[in-house]
């Protein structure tokens, strides 16, 4: 199966910072990765799909980008409403995995 | 308005069985393939097993191969998880979720419910 790591794990930062999260595969996904919101308590929410298309009603702020084996999700400014865990999965086989998550914290 | 609304955890014995449902409303179910997805307690998300919009297939998680069985009734608009031999490595929240239609082949899930809880425990 194909691994997804993430980095970091966790990170604190401040309204109107610009935050990065990576998602490494362990091989090729090509560019089948999607990105998903979770706050507590809740279902995981996508917010990209297909590395870089944003999901239906998701804020521009957000957005995907790479290819092949390293992704990135950037939030060009955070907001209140974004501070949650963020999941990355591949969808490149009919064994799809997801990262192990990354909680962004208030600074 | 898309709803999944899951049903059916609770407490099981180790070595016991649990059946969880999925029921569906507001698009075509039989035209979405389904999914399972658990997340233990604190921990991420882990997908458990993937049924296609006839049935004609299916796939699992290595970790639950041999004891879960996913099934759905699409006359129902129900998705199901037959789950046996439970040990306490499968206590989590499981949720359904709506995997995208219509691109022949695998894709992201644009829709989950809420989740139901299992936790496998004497």
């Known amino acids: 199966d194909i691994q997804m790591t993430q980095s970091p794990s966790s990170l604190s930062a401040s309204v109107g910072d610009r935050v990065a999260i990576t998602c490494r595969a362990s091989?090729?996904?090509?560019?089948?990765l999607a990105w998903y919101q979770q706050k507590p308590g809740k279902p995981p929410q996508v917010l990209i799909y297909k590395t870089s298309k944003l999901e239906s009603g998701v804020p521009p702020r957000f957005s995907g980008s790479g290819s092949g084996t390293e992704f990135t999700l950037t939030i060009s400014s955070l907001q209140p409403d974004d501070f949650a865990t963020y999941y990355c999965?591949?969808?490149?086989?009919?064994?799809?995995?997801f990262g192990q998550g990354t909680k962004v914290e208030v600074k | 308005e898309v709803q999944l609304v899951e049903s059916g955890g609770g407490l099981a014995q180790p070595g016991g069985s649990l059946r969880l449902s999925c029921e569906a409303s507001g698009f075509i179910f039989s035209s979405y393939e389904m999914n399972w997805v658990r997340q233990a307690p604190g921990k991420g998300l882990e997908w458990v097993a993937y049924i296609s919009s006839l049935s004609s297939n299916i796939y699992y998680a290595d970790s639950v191969k041999g004891r879960f069985t996913i099934s759905r009734d699409n006359a129902n608009n129900s998705l199901f998880l037959q789950m046996n031999s439970l040990s306490p490595e499968d206590t989590a929240v499981y949720f359904c979720a709506r995997e995208r239609a219509g691109a022949g082949r695998p894709d992201w899930f644009d829709s989950w419910g809420q989740g139901t809880l299992v936790t496998v425990s004497s």
């Open positions: 091989q090729s996904i090509d560019n089948w």
């Open positions: 999965q591949h969808y490149n086989s009919n064994s799809p995995t």
